[in-house]
T-cell receptor
Framework: GAVVSQHPSWVICKSGTSVKIECRSLDFQATTMFWYRQFPKQSLMLMATSNEGSKATYEQGVEKDKFLINHASLTLSTLTVTSAHPEDSSFYIC????????????FGNGTRLTVT | GENVEQHPSTLSVQEGDSAVIKCTYSDSASNYFPWYKQELGKGPQLIIDIRSNVGEKKDQRIAVTLNKTAKHFSLHITETQPEDSAVYFCAASRTDKLIFGTGTRLQVFP
């Protein structure tokens, strides 16, 4: 089945530093990837849609200069949290679509970010 | 935009019993309805999905039903097992974006 790999699984960083999270589709090509954020015991909130070779589309309220998304190839998207602050601490999850729109969406195992 | 409501927020059942989780959606144009299972510290795993041209779909102990008129869909788990314990999310979409429900924490007691 379709596998989405996310790295790192957890990271601790100091305030003011930047952190990069990678999302890879291992056995399929993904023209579209999605980044979600999840707070404890809450649902998944879509942050942005990442399209290969073009700029990401951000959801309302998500700062594009703070959460930089790059989708340079059909199998890799990255999310960089810039100048991280404690309030950015969260569980970040990427997902990738296996085929055309409305085909199954597969998720990575998430990255637990803690900003101290 | 689409809004998805999910009930109940928590559900406890005895092993072997059935569990039912219900979701309602607001956008009548939504046509794809997946269900995800999320275990602690992991990403959501797709367990079953249904499209708007189908009323019911079954995969072993898991089934999903869809009522387009009422705009609601349900997840049914039969013969529950302790390893079914997790948080379950429903979702709906008509475009590229999935809108998730608020989640149901299912606990199956042995």
């Amino acid at each position: 089945g379709a596998v989405v790999s996310q790295h790192p699984s957890w990271v601790i960083c100091k305030s003011g530093t930047s952190v990069k999270i990678e999302c890879r589709s291992l056995d399929f090509q993904a023209t579209t990837m999605f980044w979600y954020r999840q707070f404890p015991k809450q649902s998944l909130m879509l942050m942005a849609t990442s399209n290969e070779g073009s700029k990401a589309t951000y959801e309302q309220g998500v700062e594009k200069d703070k959460f930089l998304i790059n989708h340079a190839s059909l199998t890799l998207s990255t999310l960089t949290v810039t100048s991280a602050h404690p309030e950015d601490s969260s569980f970040y999850i990427c997902s990738a679509r296996e085929g055309a729109y409305n085909s199954p969406l597969h998720f990575g195992n998430g990255t637990r970010l803690t900003v101290t | 935009g689409e809004n998805v409501e999910q009930h109940p927020s928590t559900l406890s059942v005895q092993e072997g019993d059935s569990a039912v989780i219900k979701c309602t959606y607001s956008d009548s144009a939504s046509n794809y309805f997946p269900w995800y299972k999320q275990e602690l510290g992991k990403g959501p795993q797709l367990i079953i999905d249904i499209r708007s041209n189908v009323g019911e779909k079954k995969d072993q102990r898991i089934a999903v039903t869809l009522n387009k008129t009422a705009k609601h869909f349900s997840l049914h788990i039969t013969e529950t097992q302790p390893e079914d314990s997790a948080v379950y999310f429903c979702a709906a979409s008509r475009t590229d974006k999935l809108i998730f429900g608020t989640g149901t924490r299912l606990q199956v007691f042995p």
